[in-house]
């Protein structure tokens, strides 16, 4: 079973450089979820989260990069952005279409994300070499500077 927050957790910046390089493997929301947030999980749930492969398109090398993660962040694949080669490029992957049924990269309010400010929030997915994607307060893609701040939507998978 896989869990994604309802809403946005907490803002952060992809990584301290404006740079996508070593795609989701190597940003800095990364090392936080599974350095900070993750004990932040109780731990009768912490004790049931699995460890599960995550893909992600990596701009700088062209290619899917996959990733063994127990706290992670949504893709454009898993959001369902799958109807334009610029906002999605995983081929691989689940696509949750129970929350996130329409792909088109317009509003979609299974998308929408609240929080007391900026209601956009990062996907893992590298849009180029300086950008993240992320989705919008309206519920459609977008991308942005790698040091930007967004919300943070974190999931994991239980067995």
């Not at 997915?125 to 893609?141: E, I, Q």
Request: one cysteine or more; aromatic letters at 16%.
């Amino acid at each position: 079973m896989t869990w994604l927050c309802k809403d946005i957790y907490d803002y952060r910046r992809m990584n301290a450089t404006d740079s996508t390089n070593g795609g989701w493997a190597d940003t800095e929301i990364r090392s936080w979820l599974a350095d900070t947030v993750f004990g932040y999980i109780p731990e009768e749930v912490r004790n049931n989260i699995v460890e599960v492969t995550k893909t992600s398109w990596d701009y700088n090398t062209s290619t899917e990069i996959s990733t063994n993660d127990k706290i992670w962040i949504p893709s454009s694949q898993e959001v369902n952005f799958v109807t334009d080669g610029n906002y999605h490029r995983e081929e691989n992957g689940v696509t949750y279409t129970g929350l996130f049924p329409n792909q088109y990269n317009s509003g979609n309010s299974n998308r929408v994300k609240y929080s007391n400010s900026n209601n956009s929030w990062w996907l893992r997915s590298s849009y180029d070499s300086s950008f993240f994607m992320f989705v919008n307060s309206s519920g459609s893609a977008s991308y942005s500077h790698a040091v930007y701040e967004y919300g943070v939507v974190f999931g994991f998978a239980c067995s």
